[in-house]
């Protein structure tokens, strides 16, 4: 079946830097991945979508110069967390169309904890 | 804003069905609902869709009534594994024609021995 890949699974940065998180489909070429969020107990919540060779569309109260994401192969998105703070730290979950019925397959998530 | 609304827990035991209701009463004719499942710390796993009709796949079985404002997810014969919050989702097409699944607040299953 279709696979997403992300990478780091966790990353702890010191407050300042920034973050860099890879999705990637290993079986399949996705024009659409999408960003998400989820803090403890909470439910995920859609950050963005990133559109192969074009700007990913943020959702309302994203901000779009913090969390950079580029989308430059079929395989692959980045998002950037820049200049993280204690309040980004959180389950990021990256989610492609495509590969498969379903049409969304999840990677695996990535655990960041800003010190 | 999402457009399910889902009952925040549920108990079932070990073996038996487990009937997780939605309600999606805002949907639109060409939205279809998607559910998936989350295990503490993991990627949400894909269980089933549909738009109209009822579906069944090797996990789950997905009912949706008539007027489709509502939906069921079936899982047959509950397993300890099983035990996950349990998302009901309606995909919506956002700007320049782009689909996306917004989650509600889901389910949390809890199978019990």
């Known amino acids: 079946g279709a696979v997403v890949s992300q990478h780091p699974s966790r990353v702890i940065c010191k407050s300042g830097t920034s973050v860099k998180i890879e999705c990637r489909s290993l079986?399949?070429?996705?024009?659409?991945m999408f960003w998400y969020r989820q803090f403890p107990k909470q439910s995920l919540m859609l950050m963005a979508t990133?559109?192969?060779?074009?700007?990913?569309?943020?959702e309302q109260g994203v901000e779009k110069d913090k969390f950079l994401i580029n989308h430059a192969s079929l395989t692959l998105s980045t998002l950037t967390v820049t200049s993280a703070h204690p309040e980004d730290s959180s389950f990021y979950i990256c989610?492609?169309?495509?590969?498969?019925?379903?049409?969304?397959?999840f990677g695996s998530g990535t655990r960041l904890t800003v010190v | 804003d999402a457009k399910t609304t889902q009952p925040p827990s549920m108990d079932c035991a070990e073996g038996r069905a487990a009937n997780l209701p939605c309600n999606h009463s805002?949907?639109?004719?060409?939205?279809?609902v998607y559910w998936y499942r989350q295990i503490h710390s993991q990627g949400p796993q894909y269980i089933i869709h549909?738009?109209?009709n009822n579906e069944t796949n090797e996990m789950a079985s997905l009912i949706i009534t008539e007027d489709r404002k509502s939906s069921t997810l079936i899982l047959p014969h509950a397993t300890l594994r099983d035990t996950a919050v349990y998302y009901c989702?309606?995909?919506?097409?956002?700007?320049?024609?782009?689909?996306?699944?917004?989650f509600g607040t889901g389910t949390r299953l809890q199978v019990f021995p």
């Open positions: 989610s492609a169309r495509g590969g498969g019925d379903n049409g969304y397959t």
């Open positions: 079986d399949f070429q996705a024009t659409t």
């Open positions: 990133s559109n192969e060779g074009s700007k990913a569309t943020y």
């Open positions: 805002t949907i639109s004719g060409n939205e279809y």
């Open positions: 549909g738009l109209k």
């Open positions: 989702i309606v995909r919506v097409f956002g700007s320049y024609n782009t689909d996306k699944l917004i």
